[in-house]
C-alpha cells in the first residue's frame, strides 16, 4: 500500500483533464455520462439498476473495475454514493467526478492503474433523485417526493414554487401584509423579525404564481416524504433486540438490497453536504459498542480525511451529544460489515481552524453567530455578495406589487459553481485513499515438497491493505466469513483449509495436504468475501 500511497500524493494535486465541473448535472445528464462512459469503456465499465425512486426513476449504479483482470465479485468493492438529499447536489457530483477520474486517468496514474485491476467500485451518484431534480429548479427537498393533493382539487403538486423573473433562481417574495412577521431593514438592505411597533410589515414564501387558478399562491407544491439516510436498520437490534420497523422507502430499499448482493463491498463512503466533517458509526448508540480495533481503523481515515480534503472534524455524527438513528453507515457497518463513512464536503474555503473533536461534531463552523458572520464575510469579500440576491420590485399578477430576493441556493448547503470542481477533486482524492485501504489478498509465496506420508504444500497468504478481512465487530457477532485456502489441479480440489481473519497488512501461512500428488494446472487459491480471490501456480 506504501508505493500507492506516494503516487496518491501526487494525485491529490493533479486535475482530471476535461472536466465540466463548472456547474451540476440534472438526472438526465447524469444517466447519459454513465452510459455514455459504458459505451466508451466496455472492458471497465458495467451499468446496473438497483431500483426505482418514488416517481420512477431508475437509480443507476455503475460497476468499474478492469474487467480483464477478474469478475466484479472477486474484487474487493467500493460503494460511493451521493444525493440521499436532495438539497445536497454537490455530493451526487462527487461520484461522477470520481468515476471520469478513474477511467481518464487509468494510464496516466499507476495507483488508478492498480486500483481498477484490483478493486470493484461501485457507484450511485443519485440515491434521491426525485428531489434532487427539484433543487436544480430552485426548489429544496430534503426527503424523498410522497406527491399529494394539497388543495384537493384532484392534482397532485401541480402549484409549487417557480422563477418568476427569470433569473434562474426560486428565491423568497415579500409580500406585503399587515398581519406579517417581517420588516425591511434598509440600513442591512434585507427582511428581518418585525418588532413590536414596526413599520410596514410583509409576509415571506417561496417565490411563486397561482398556477391552478384556485385564488391561492404555492399551496400545491412538492410534498417531502422521508429522510432517506435515517430510513436504514437501526444497528441497536444487533445489541438490545429493540429493532424498529425500517426500510419504508423505495431508494432506501433499493440501496439496502444493492449493498446484500454485493457482500464483496468491504467500503462505504456516502458523500452529503455540507460543513467539511467526517462521520463515523455509530450515530445512535454508545461508542463503546465498537471494538477498539475497529474504532483505530476508522481513527486513522479521519486523518486521512484531514490530510486530503483539510478538513479537521471527524467523530460519530453530531458530536458525543449526537443521536442519530437510521443511517446508512450504522447500517452498513454494524449489519454487513462494512467500514462505512459519512463525508459532508463543501465549506467556506481557507484554513480550519476548528477542533477534530468538539460537542457539536464540527458543526460550529457552519452554524451559529461565528459561522454566520463568516458566510456574510465570505459572500461579500469573495463572492462581491453575489450570493444574496438583492431584494426588488417585481408585479405580481394576483398579488399586485411584490418584491423578490434572498440567499441563493447555491452558496451554504451547496458550494457556488466556481469552487465545485475543487470540491469534487479533493473529496475524490479521499475516496481514492479509503479504496487503497480495503483488504487485498495476496499468495507471497508456495512452498511444495513431499513428506514422509505425502505431500503438503505451504502457502502464505498476504494481506496488503489496512483492513482486516472482517471487522472486529463483524468477528464479536460471529458472522461467518472466514478466509478459505485450496489447493486446485485441473481434475479440482485437492485440499482445503479456512482463516477466520487475514489481519490488517500481516500475513498467515496455511499447510495444505493433497491426497496425492498435483497433477498439471496446480495452484493455490485464496478467496475471502471482502478481501478478494487470488491465485498462484505451484511451481
Same mark, same amino acid.
Given at each position: 500500500?506504501?508505493?500507492?500511497?506516494? &503516487?496518491?500524493?501526487?494525485?491529490?494535486?493533479?486535475?482530471?483533464?476535461?472536466?465540466?465541473?463548472?456547474?451540476?448535472?440534472?438526472?438526465?445528464?447524469?444517466?447519459?455520462?454513465?452510459?455514455?462512459?459504458?459505451?466508451?469503456?466496455?472492458?471497465?465499465?458495467?451499468?446496473?439498476?438497483?431500483?426505482?425512486?418514488?416517481?420512477?426513476?431508475?437509480?443507476? &449504479?455503475?460497476?468499474?473495475?478492469?474487467?480483464?483482470?477478474?469478475?466484479?465479485?472477486?474484487?474487493?468493492?467500493?460503494?460511493?454514493?451521493?444525493?440521499?438529499?436532495?438539497?445536497?447536489?454537490?455530493?451526487?457530483?462527487?461520484?461522477?467526478?470520481?468515476?471520469?477520474?478513474?477511467?481518464?486517468?487509468?494510464?496516466?496514474?499507476?495507483?488508478?492503474?492498480?486500483?481498477?485491476?484490483?478493486?470493484?467500485?461501485?457507484?450511485?451518484?443519485?440515491?434521491?433523485?426525485?428531489?434532487?431534480?427539484?433543487?436544480?429548479?430552485?426548489?429544496?427537498?430534503?426527503?424523498?417526493?410522497?406527491?399529494?393533493?394539497?388543495?384537493?382539487?384532484?392534482?397532485?403538486?401541480?402549484?409549487?414554487?417557480?422563477?418568476?423573473?427569470?433569473?434562474?433562481?426560486?428565491?423568497?417574495?415579500?409580500?406585503?401584509?399587515?398581519?406579517?412577521?417581517?420588516?425591511?431593514?434598509?440600513?442591512?438592505?434585507?427582511?428581518?423579525?418585525?418588532?413590536?411597533?414596526?413599520?410596514?410589515?410583509?409576509?415571506?414564501?417561496?417565490?411563486?404564481?397561482?398556477?391552478?387558478?384556485?385564488?391561492?399562491?404555492?399551496?400545491?407544491?412538492?410534498?417531502?416524504?422521508?429522510?432517506?439516510?435515517?430510513?436504514?436498520?437501526?444497528?441497536?437490534?444487533?445489541?438490545?433486540?429493540?429493532?424498529?420497523?425500517?426500510?419504508?422507502?423505495?431508494?432506501?430499499?433499493?440501496?439496502?438490497?444493492?449493498?446484500?448482493?454485493?457482500?464483496?463491498?468491504?467500503?462505504?463512503?456516502?458523500?452529503?453536504?455540507?460543513?467539511?466533517?467526517?462521520?463515523?458509526?455509530?450515530?445512535?448508540?454508545?461508542?463503546?459498542?465498537?471494538?477498539?480495533?475497529?474504532?483505530?481503523?476508522?481513527?486513522?481515515?479521519?486523518?486521512?480525511?484531514?490530510?486530503?480534503?483539510?478538513?479537521?472534524?471527524?467523530?460519530?455524527?453530531?458530536?458525543?451529544?449526537?443521536?442519530?438513528?437510521?443511517?446508512?453507515?450504522?447500517?452498513?457497518?454494524?449489519?454487513?460489515?462494512?467500514?462505512?463513512?459519512?463525508?459532508?464536503?463543501?465549506?467556506?474555503?481557507?484554513?480550519?481552524?476548528?477542533?477534530?473533536?468538539?460537542?457539536?461534531?464540527?458543526?460550529?463552523?457552519?452554524?451559529?453567530?461565528?459561522?454566520?458572520?463568516?458566510?456574510?464575510?465570505?459572500?461579500?469579500?469573495?463572492?462581491?455578495?453575489?450570493?444574496?440576491?438583492?431584494?426588488?420590485?417585481?408585479?405580481?399578477?394576483?398579488?399586485?406589487?411584490?418584491?423578490?430576493?434572498?440567499?441563493?441556493?447555491?452558496?451554504?448547503?451547496?458550494?457556488?459553481?466556481?469552487?465545485?470542481?475543487?470540491?469534487?477533486?479533493?473529496?475524490?482524492?479521499?475516496?481514492?485513499?479509503?479504496?487503497?485501504?480495503?483488504?487485498?489478498?495476496?499468495?507471497?509465496?508456495?512452498?511444495?515438497?513431499?513428506?514422509?506420508?505425502?505431500?503438503?504444500?505451504?502457502?502464505?497468504?498476504?494481506?496488503?491493505?489496512?483492513?482486516?478481512?472482517?471487522?472486529?465487530?463483524?468477528?464479536?457477532?460471529?458472522?461467518?466469513?472466514?478466509?478459505?485456502?485450496?489447493?486446485?489441479?485441473?481434475?479440482?480440489?485437492?485440499?482445503?483449509?479456512?482463516?477466520?481473519? &487475514?489481519?490488517?497488512?500481516?500475513?498467515?501461512?496455511?499447510?495444505?495436504?493433497?491426497?496425492?500428488?498435483?497433477?498439471?494446472?496446480?495452484? &493455490?487459491?485464496?478467496?475471502?468475501?471482502?478481501?478478494?480471490?487470488?491465485?498462484?501456480?505451484?511451481?
Amino acid at each position: 500500500m506504501i508505493r500507492s500511497l506516494v &503516487v496518491l500524493a501526487v494525485l491529490s494535486s493533479a486535475a482530471a483533464a476535461d472536466l465540466t465541473f463548472e456547474r451540476y448535472h440534472d438526472y438526465d445528464e447524469t444517466i447519459a455520462f454513465l452510459e455514455g462512459l459504458a459505451s466508451k469503456h466496455p472492458g471497465f465499465v458495467r451499468l446496473e439498476t438497483a431500483g426505482k425512486s418514488v416517481q420512477g426513476r431508475d437509480l443507476r &449504479v455503475a460497476i468499474v473495475t478492469d474487467l480483464s483482470t477478474g469478475e466484479p465479485s472477486t474484487k474487493p468493492g467500493v460503494y460511493v454514493d451521493g444525493g440521499h438529499h436532495g438539497n445536497e447536489v454537490a455530493s451526487a457530483e462527487v461520484p461522477l467526478y470520481l468515476l471520469k477520474f478513474l477511467l481518464e486517468n487509468r494510464d496516466s496514474f499507476e495507483a488508478v492503474r492498480i486500483l481498477l485491476s484490483t478493486r470493484t467500485f461501485y457507484v450511485l451518484p443519485r440515491v434521491n433523485p426525485d428531489a434532487s431534480e427539484w433543487y436544480l429548479r430552485g426548489v429544496e427537498v430534503r426527503g424523498n417526493l410522497h406527491p399529494a393533493d394539497d388543495d384537493g382539487d384532484g392534482k397532485v403538486d401541480e402549484d409549487g414554487p417557480e422563477d418568476l423573473d427569470g433569473d434562474g433562481l426560486v428565491l423568497q417574495m415579500a409580500i406585503p401584509d399587515a398581519d406579517g412577521d417581517y420588516v425591511f431593514d434598509e440600513a442591512q438592505k434585507r427582511f428581518v423579525q418585525a418588532r413590536r411597533g414596526a413599520g410596514r410589515r410583509f409576509r415571506i414564501q417561496s417565490e411563486g404564481l397561482d398556477s391552478d387558478g384556485d385564488g391561492r399562491v404555492d399551496e400545491d407544491g412538492p410534498n417531502e416524504g422521508s429522510d432517506l439516510n435515517r430510513d436504514y436498520p437501526d444497528p441497536r437490534d444487533l445489541f438490545t433486540g429493540q429493532a424498529e420497523a425500517r426500510l419504508t422507502e423505495p431508494e432506501s430499499r433499493a440501496v439496502a438490497a444493492f449493498l446484500v448482493a454485493h457482500p464483496n463491498i468491504g467500503v462505504v463512503q456516502s458523500f452529503h453536504t455540507f460543513g467539511g466533517i467526517l462521520f463515523r458509526p455509530f450515530g445512535g448508540i454508545p461508542d463503546s459498542y465498537m471494538p477498539a480495533a475497529d474504532r483505530a481503523v476508522y481513527d486513522r481515515m479521519g486523518r486521512n480525511f484531514t490530510r486530503y480534503t483539510e478538513n479537521k472534524p471527524y467523530g460519530r455524527p453530531y458530536g458525543p451529544m449526537g443521536n442519530i438513528r437510521g443511517a446508512l453507515i450504522d447500517y452498513a457497518y454494524g449489519a454487513l460489515g462494512a467500514y462505512a463513512t459519512t463525508a459532508e464536503i463543501w465549506r467556506i474555503p481557507g484554513p480550519d481552524d476548528r477542533e477534530v473533536k468538539s460537542w457539536s461534531g464540527g458543526l460550529e463552523g457552519i452554524f451559529g453567530p461565528k459561522a454566520e458572520r463568516a458566510w456574510l464575510d465570505f459572500n461579500e469579500k469573495e463572492l462581491g455578495g453575489s450570493a444574496h440576491v438583492a431584494w426588488h420590485d417585481f408585479d405580481h399578477p394576483t398579488l399586485g406589487k411584490v418584491s423578490l430576493g434572498g440567499w441563493s441556493p447555491w452558496f451554504k448547503r451547496n458550494p457556488p459553481a466556481r469552487y465545485l470542481e475543487e470540491t469534487c477533486r479533493s473529496a475524490t482524492v479521499f475516496t481514492l485513499y479509503q479504496a487503497l485501504m480495503t483488504a487485498r489478498l495476496s499468495i507471497d509465496a508456495v512452498q511444495p515438497g513431499a513428506e514422509a506420508d505425502g505431500w503438503k504444500v505451504r502457502a502464505v497468504v498476504l494481506n496488503e491493505g489496512a483492513f482486516a478481512t472482517r471487522t472486529r465487530l463483524a468477528l464479536t457477532l460471529g458472522r461467518p466469513e472466514p478466509v478459505v485456502v485450496t489447493l486446485e489441479d485441473d481434475a479440482g480440489e485437492l485440499a482445503r483449509a479456512e482463516l477466520e481473519v &487475514v489481519e490488517a497488512e500481516s500475513s498467515a501461512t496455511v499447510d495444505l495436504v493433497p491426497s496425492r500428488q498435483p497433477g498439471p494446472g496446480a495452484q &493455490v487459491v485464496v478467496r475471502s468475501t471482502k478481501g478478494g480471490t487470488n491465485r498462484r501456480a505451484v511451481e
